[in-house]
């Protein structure tokens, strides 16, 4: 039987996500704030797009046989995703994951079925890097494919066909912003790129936590404003990723992980909705957008995933503690205030 309602598998079901009115956000600023609910994709985050974007065109290009093996370094979603693609297609999973990152995810990548290997976190320059070790590994085992999430375009292309004309649709042609963060770089260039192309008018704001540069990118064209750290997961590049190169933005703002937890726990008591780090990331920079445009926009960003990921963190109150972050409950108008003050 096949119906339009009928998503054909695990892949069929990825994307086509709803696009949600943040109801407290919207009245408090004039603008329809509206989050992408890549949560609801079927593995769960924003990246079973990219994972199914970078597997489908290894097969087109030939470097996928089947019953092959994928070799990828990740921070855990693209690893789920993927885990999830291959299983529904029937190849192999080897994720090289940092230490650091939360245990839920590395529980879960082992539950579903990858060959998990964690390893030190190491910058990118270093041979050690959690990216050059899953390149290496790739070399090695035979009939590998590494999929490359950073640099290989596949990623952002799978957005712009995709997350891009959504959000279009889903808005009438009448949105006039969009905001996220950074990763690899996929969501943002793809989706950019894709509403540029249909009205150059929309606003694109790049969100970026401390201690990433592409702040620093996007306002400077350097990347040599880095400072500061952030406990959020899945963002935070210092690099121009070939995902990165060539996206049309028009702004960027730096937001402190303190306003990230006052709106994760906002979204949360207020609007329902139990949401993972980046997501408090990318909705500052959608209010910033509506802060520093006025009433009236329509501004969209992304709700990567769900906070259940990060439960062992951003809801245990002793790694709050240890980190300066226990919410304050600032309120809206205070958070607003705050966003508005960033630069
Ligand atoms: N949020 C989360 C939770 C992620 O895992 C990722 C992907 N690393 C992103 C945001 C960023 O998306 P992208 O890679 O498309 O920049």
Redesign the pocket.
């Known amino acids: 039987m096949t119906t339009t309602a009928i998503r054909n598998g695990f892949c069929g079901a990825i994307g086509n996500t709803p696009l949600i009115r943040l109801t407290t956000l919207s009245e408090a600023t004039g603008c329809e704030i509206l989050g992408k609910a890549e949560f609801l994709n079927p593995g769960g985050?924003?990246?079973d797009r990219?994972a199914l974007g970078i597997i489908e065109d290894a097969e087109r290009r030939g470097l996928l046989k089947p019953g092959g093996t994928i070799v990828e370094g990740?921070?855990?979603?693209?690893g789920i995703g993927l885990t999830l693609v291959a299983n529904a297609k029937g190849y192999h999973c080897v994720i090289v994951i940092p230490n650091d990152q939360s245990e839920e995810k590395i529980n879960l990548l082992r539950a579903m079925g990858a060959k998990v290997r964690p390893v030190c976190p190491a910058p990118y320059r270093e041979p050690g890097n959690y990216n050059k070790i899953a390149a290496r590994l790739a070399e090695e085992l035979p009939g590998a494919f590494w999929a490359n999430?950073f640099d290989n375009r596949a990623?952002a292309e799978f957005?712009y066909r995709t997350t891009g004309p959504e959000l279009w649709e889903q808005t009438n042609g009448e949105i006039t912003g969009f905001a996220?963060?950074?990763?690899?770089?996929?969501?943002?260039n793809g989706v950019a790129r894709f509403l540029k192309e249909r009205n150059a008018a929309i606003t694109t704001m790049c969100a970026d936590p401390m201690g990433a540069a592409m702040w620093s990118w996007f306002r400077h064209g350097h990347l040599d404003i880095d400072d500061g750290d952030s406990v959020a997961?899945?963002?935070g590049q210092g690099r121009v990723t070939k995902?990165v190169e060539g996206s049309p933005i028009d702004d960027a703002v730096r937001v402190p992980d303190r306003i990230m937890i006052e709106l994760i726990y906002h979204l949360l008591e207020h609007e329902g909705l139990l949401l993972?780090?980046?997501?408090g990331i990318n909705v500052a920079g959608a209010l910033k957008t509506a802060l520093k445009g006025g009433k009236g926009q329509v501004i969209a960003t992304?709700l990567?995933?769900d906070a259940q990921r990060y439960l062992s963190r951003l809801f245990n109150s002793a790694w709050l503690r240890e980190n300066n972050l226990l919410p304050e409950r600032w309120g809206l108008q205070r958070i607003l205030d705050e966003i508005n003050g960033l630069d």
């Open positions: 985050s924003v990246k990219a990740t921070a855990g979603n693209t999430q990623n957005h996220t963060a950074v990763g690899t770089g996929g969501t943002l997961e899945g963002i995902n993972g780090t980046s997501t992304v990567c995933d």
